[in-house]
C-alpha cells in the first residue's frame, strides 16, 4: 500500500478547501527572478499542505498555494534542459495549432478571443491560489470573502517587491449545496487518491500515479516526472528518480494543473431545454424541461444520479456515487450514452466492454476536478435563467499525463460525437461547436421505448475564455526553485 | 465483394524529393479542403496514403545509407489487378503527377494505361497480414447502409410512436423504406461475418486428438521463448525514452496531420533485429494473427479494440523491415491506450522483434504492457503521413457495422422481441 507525502504535497491537490466559500485565483508574471527566488525561499513555508488536521480549530483561515506555467519556470531561471524534461502538454501550454483542435477551442471559444493565456494576452507565469474562511461565521460566503481577500491585500502588498506583476484574478466561490451556474450539484464524483487516507467505494480508488508524480500510476509504471538533467541550484534537497535513473526528482509530490476559464450560457441552455419540451400551447413544460437537463446532465438539479432515479428528482441534496452504468442502466433508458457525465467517466459502461474492464479503462482517464464559480452566483431553472452579468466556471483539474487524462476526456470522450454507438452526439455541455460544417449534425440521443429520439441543433451553453497549464510542485521542490 | 490491400512501394529520382513533397502537401490541402481525389469516382477505394520513407535520418541512428522512397497503401474493394487497371486509366492523371518524380515510371512518351500498370504491379509489395473492420462491406455499400441508417433516423424522429409494437414499427420502416426507390440495393441479400465456431472447435479437437502433438508444440513454444529470453531479450538494445523526450520538432510535424475529423491515420517503419531466430519469431506471429484475423477477428474487432477500419503489418527489403499501417476512430492516445489493454501480447510478439523496443521478458511481460515506454516508443518510430484518403470520414466503423446490422434486420421478418433489439440499432 503506497502512504503518500501528504506533508510535501500542496493541499489543494489532496483536498478541495470546500469550507473555504471565496477564493482568489492570482495570476501574475515574474518581473525580477532574483526577488521571486527570495520570496520562494521564505514563503514556501505558508504554502498549505495536504497535512491531515484532525483538530478543526487548528486549520488555519487561510490557505494559500502556488502553480508555475512553463515560461514561468524558464523565467525563473530553470535550465533549458530540465525544462526539456516536462511533459510535451506542459511546455507547449494549453495553446497551439494542434491542441486547439484537440480542445475544440474554436470560433467564439478560440485562444485569440481569451482573456488570459491565449496569443493576445500577457503570458502568464505563475498563479496564486488563495483562500479563506471565517471560523466564526458558518457557510457564510461574504464572512469568507473579507478574510479571502484581506490575506490577498497582504500578499499583493508585497508582490513589487517579490518581483511580481498581477496581470488579473478571477474569484472562485463555492455554495453550500455546491451548484454551478446551471442549477446542478457539481463535484460530486471524484477519484480516492490510494494512500491519501480517504476512503469510498473501490471502484473509484485510483493509484496515486495517475496523478502525483513519483508513485506508480495504474498501468503499474511511473509516470513520465520532470527530471534534472542539467545541474543546478540545491540538488540535495530533492529526492532521486522513484524509477531509478538517478536522476533526481523535481516532479515528486507534485501534479500537473489545467485552467480553464469557462462562460456558462445559463440563458441558451434552459431556453433549449424548454423548447424541446413546451406544451402545445408553447408555455414551459417545467417538469420535462427539468427531466431533458438531467438527462443531458446525467443528474438531476439536486445531484441524484438520473440512473438510479429515472422518473423525478427526489429533492433532496445528494451524494450518492457508488453506482455504475452496465448494472442499472445498460441501454442508457434512464442516462442516455451522450449525457455529460456518463460520458466523460462512464464508469462500468466502457463502449461494449464488460464491465471489469470498462472500470479499468476508465479510471485510466480519470481526473481531480476543483472548479469553482465565477460571475455573481446564480441558479438556473426552467423559469429562472437570466444571471446577473457573465457567469461560468473556473475549470481546475489535476492530473500526471495531461495527454491521457484532461486531454483525452475532452477529445476522445467530449468532442468526438461516436461515442458508444452514436452518431453525431457531442457531449452536449463540454463538446459542442459553434459552428457545423455543412451537413455536419450536433445531436443528443435520448434512448427510449419504442423508439430513441432525437434532439437536434444543440447550442454552444460553454464559451472558452482562458486557460493555460501550471506545473503544481511540491513543498521541497519551491524549496528548490528558490536556490536554482 | 471482398476487399484487398495493397502496398507500392518506388524509388524516388535523386533530388526530386522536396519537389514531389511539395506536391503531396499540395493534394493533402486539397483534401482537407474537402476536394477530392481523382481516385474517389470509382468508388472503390475505402482509405489511401502516401508516404515519403527513407528521407532523412533513420530514427535510431541506422548508419545504412539509403534512398528515399514513395510508399502508397490503397484499401478497396475486389481485386488488384483491376485497381491498378482503373487508376491507371481513370486516375492517370493524377498518377502521372506523382509518379514522374519516381524511378523507372514511363516516361511521357510511353505512358499508358498499361505501362503505369506494369510499373505499380512491378513495385507491389506483399502485406504480412491485413485486418479489415468490417469485412465483405464496399464503399458503396457503406454509403448505402449509411443512407439507410439515416433516412430511418429521421423518419423516426418525424412522428411519434406513442404504444405502437415493435414488431408493428419495424413493418412501418420496411414499408416507408421499400416506397422509396433509393433503397432498391436491399434487393441484394448480405451476411454480416461471425466467428467461425465450427473452425475453432474442429481446431480444438485436432489438438486434443493429437495430445501427444500439442504437447510437444507446447514445450516446443516454451523452449522458444526460453531460448528467445535467455539468448536474445537479454541481450537487446531497449528503448528506454519517454514521451517528453522525443523530438518536438518532430512532434510538431506529425501532429499538423491529426485530428481534423474524427478518422485518423498512423504509418509507422521499424528495423527487424538480425538473425533467422526473429525472423522466425515475427513470421510465426503474423501467422497466428492472419488465423486470428479470418477466423475471430471478423465482427470489427482487432484484438479487443474496436476503432480500427483497417490496419496492416508489410515486410520488406529481405525482410529486414517492418511497417505497419492503420485507419482508425479517434485520437492516437485512445489508439494505443486500447492496444496496451487489449492487445498487449499481439503487439509485443510482434513488435519486439524489431531493433529498440522497450524491454520484454519471456515475450510476456514489458513491451507494449510498459505503458510508458510503450507509448513514446510508438510516437517516435511513427512516420508523417503525407496524403491520407478516407472515403468516409464521417463514419466510425462501429456507425459501419451497426448500420449493416441495421439493412439485415430490417428486411427480416421479426419477432416483438427481434424488433424490439432492431430499434435499439437507429
Known amino acids: ?484 | 465483394m471482398g476487399q484487398n490491400s495493397t502496398t507500392i512501394l518506388v524509388p524516388i529520382i535523386k533530388n526530386k524529393v522536396d519537389e514531389l513533397l511539395d506536391l503531396l502537401a499540395g493534394i493533402n490541402e486539397g483534401l482537407a479542403m474537402g476536394k477530392p481525389p481523382l481516385f474517389e469516382e470509382l468508388n472503390i477505394i475505402h482509405f489511401a496514403r502516401w508516404v515519403v520513407i527513407d528521407h532523412g535520418k533513420s530514427w535510431i541512428n541506422d548508419p545504412v545509407e539509403r534512398t528515399p522512397k514513395l510508399l502508397f497503401v490503397v484499401d478497396y474493394d475486389g481485386k488488384e489487378t483491376d485497381l491498378l487497371r482503373k487508376l491507371c486509366t481513370d486516375s492517370a492523371e493524377l498518377l502521372d503527377k506523382v509518379y514522374a518524380y519516381c524511378e523507372n515510371f514511363p516516361i511521357l512518351e510511353k505512358r499508358t494505361p498499361d505501362s503505369r500498370t506494369a510499373f505499380l504491379t512491378n513495385n507491389v509489395i506483399k502485406d504480412a497480414a491485413v485486418y479489415i473492420g468490417a469485412p465483405g462491406r464496399t464503399v458503396r455499400q457503406i454509403k448505402d447502409e449509411s443512407n439507410l441508417r439515416d433516412f430511418i433516423r429521421k423518419y423516426l424522429d418525424s412522428t411519434t410512436w406513442g404504444n405502437l409494437s415493435a414488431q408493428a414499427i419495424h413493418q412501418t420502416i420496411k414499408n416507408e423504406v421499400s416506397s422509396n426507390g433509393n433503397f432498391a440495393f436491399l434487393d441484394q441479400k448480405v451476411k454480416i461475418p461471425s466467428v467461425n465456431w465450427l473452425g475453432l472447435i474442429f481446431l480444438g479437437i485436432v489438438l486434443l486428438v493429437l495430445l501427444p502433438l500439442t504437447i510437444v508444440l507446447l514445450l516446443l513454444v516454451i523452449v522458444w521463448v526460453l531460448v528467445l529470453h535467455i539468448f536474445y531479450e537479454r541481450k537487446d538494445e531497449n528503448f528506454i525514452r519517454k514521451r517528453s523526450q522525443l523530438n518536438d520538432k518532430f512532434m510538431t510535424e506529425l501532429e499538423k496531420y491529426e485530428d481534423f475529423t474524427s478518422q485518423n491515420q498512423f504509418t509507422q517503419l521499424v528495423d527487424m533485429k538480425e538473425g533467422k531466430f526473429r525472423l522466425f519469431t515475427i513470421k510465426a506471429m503474423f501467422s497466428l494473427s492472419k488465423s486470428l484475423i479470418k477466423f475471430v477477428f471478423v465482427k470489427g474487432k482487432l484484438m479487443g479494440i474496436p476503432t480500427i477500419h483497417f490496419a496492416k503489418w508489410v515486410m520488406f527489403e529481405e525482410n529486414s523491415r517492418v511497417l505497419f499501417f492503420s485507419n482508425f476512430d479517434g485520437s492516437w492516445q485512445q489508439y494505443l491506450g486500447d492496444f496496451i489493454d487489449n492487445s498487449g501480447w499481439g503487439l509485443t510478439g510482434i513488435f519486439s522483434n524489431t531493433k529498440v523496443f522497450p524491454k520484454t521478458n519471456f515475450l510476456l511481460t514489458g513491451g507494449a504492457y510498459d505503458e510508458e515506454h510503450f507509448l513514446a516508443w510508438s510516437r517516435n518510430s511513427e512516420l508523417v503521413t503525407n496524403v491520407w484518403y478516407s472515403a468516409y470520414p464521417h463514419l466510425s466503423i462501429k456507425n459501419i457495422n451497426n448500420n449493416t446490422k441495421i439493412r439485415v434486420q430490417l428486411m427480416k421478418s421479426l419477432s416483438e422481441r427481434q424488433a424490439a433489439k432492431f430499434l435499439k440499432l437507429i
Open chain 1, 1 to 484: 500500500m503506497t502512504t503518500l507525502e501528504l506533508n510535501d504535497i500542496q493541499g489543494y491537490l489532496i483536498r478541495g478547501y470546500a469550507h473555504m466559500m471565496y477564493s482568489r485565483f492570482v495570476y501574475l508574471q515574474i518581473t525580477d527572478a532574483e526577488a521571486t527566488k527570495n520570496w520562494l525561499a521564505k514563503s514556501w513555508k505558508t504554502m498549505t499542505t495536504a497535512e491531515h488536521i484532525p483538530k478543526k480549530d487548528q486549520i488555519s483561515s487561510t490557505h494559500l498555494n502556488i502553480a508555475f506555467t512553463y515560461s514561468g519556470l524558464e523565467k525563473l531561471g530553470l535550465k533549458t534542459d530540465n525544462l526539456g524534461s516536462f511533459s510535451r502538454e506542459f511546455r507547449q501550454g494549453m495553446v497551439s495549432p494542434h491542441r486547439t483542435r484537440l480542445l475544440g477551442d474554436l470560433g467564439n471559444s478560440a485562444p485569440e478571443n481569451w482573456r488570459w493565456g491565449g496569443p493576445f494576452n500577457k503570458p502568464i507565469h505563475l498563479c496564486l491560489m488563495v483562500f479563506g474562511n471565517d471560523k466564526e461565521g458558518d457557510d457564510d460566503i461574504e464572512k469568507d470573502k473579507i478574510v479571502c481577500i484581506n490575506y490577498y491585500e497582504l500578499l499583493k502588498a508585497h508582490f513589487a517587491g517579490n518581483g511580481l506583476e498581477e496581470i488579473l484574478f478571477i474569484d472562485g466561490q463555492t455554495q453550500p449545496e455546491n451548484k454551478e451556474h446551471f442549477g446542478f450539484r457539481d463535484g460530486i464524483s471524484q477519484p480516492i487518491i490510494e494512500g491519501s487516507g480517504r476512503v469510498g467505494p473501490k471502484d473509484d480508488v485510483i493509484k496515486a500515479g495517475e496523478f502525483i508524480f513519483g508513485y506508480k500510476n495504474d498501468f503499474g509504471v511511473y509516470p513520465d516526472t520532470p527530471l534534472i538533467r542539467a545541474e543546478q541550484g540545491n540538488l540535495n534537497l530533492l529526492p532521486p528518480d522513484a524509477e531509478g535513473s538517478g536522476l533526481k526528482d523535481i516532479g515528486r509530490n507534485g501534479s500537473l494543473m489545467v485552467m480553464r476559464q469557462l462562460e456558462q450560457n445559463v440563458k441558451t441552455f434552459w431556453s433549449f431545454m424548454n423548447e424541446k419540451t413546451k406544451n402545445e400551447d408553447h408555455s414551459i413544460n417545467v417538469a420535462e424541461s427539468l427531466k431533458l437537463a438531467a438527462k443531458v446532465i446525467g443528474r438531476w438539479q439536486s445531484g441524484a444520479p438520473i440512473t438510479l432515479f429515472p422518473d423525478k428528482d427526489p429533492g433532496v441534496i445528494s451524494d450518492i456515487n457508488d453506482f455504475g452504468y452496465a448494472k442499472f442502466d445498460k441501454d442508457g433508458l434512464k442516462c442516455p450514452f451522450g449525457s455529460h457525465l456518463r460520458r466523460t467517466n462512464p464508469r462500468d459502461s466502457v463502449d461494449d466492454h464488460g464491465r471489469k474492464e470498462s472500470l479499468k479503462l476508465s479510471n485510466q482517464h480519470r481526473i481531480i476536478r476543483r472548479a469553482r464559480l465565477y460571475g455573481e452566483i446564480f441558479e438556473g431553472s426552467p423559469v429562472n435563467n437570466v444571471p446577473n452579468g457573465e457567469v461560468g466556471l473556473l475549470f481546475c483539474c489535476f492530473n500526471a499525463d495531461i495527454s491521457r487524462q484532461f486531454e483525452f476526456l475532452q477529445y476522445t470522450w467530449a468532442n468526438l460525437p461516436k461515442t458508444k454507438e452514436l452518431y453525431n452526439d457531442p457531449d452536449p455541455i463540454i463538446g459542442v461547436k459553434e459552428k457545423t460544417t455543412a451537413g455536419e449534425e450536433q445531436n443528443f440521443t435520448v434512448q427510449d421505448l419504442p423508439v430513441s429520439r432525437t434532439i437536434s441543433d444543440l447550442p454552444q451553453v460553454i464559451t472558452v475564455k482562458g486557460g493555460d497549464y501550471f506545473f503544481f510542485p511540491s513543498i521541497t521542490v519551491l524549496r528548490f526553485l528558490s536556490t536554482i
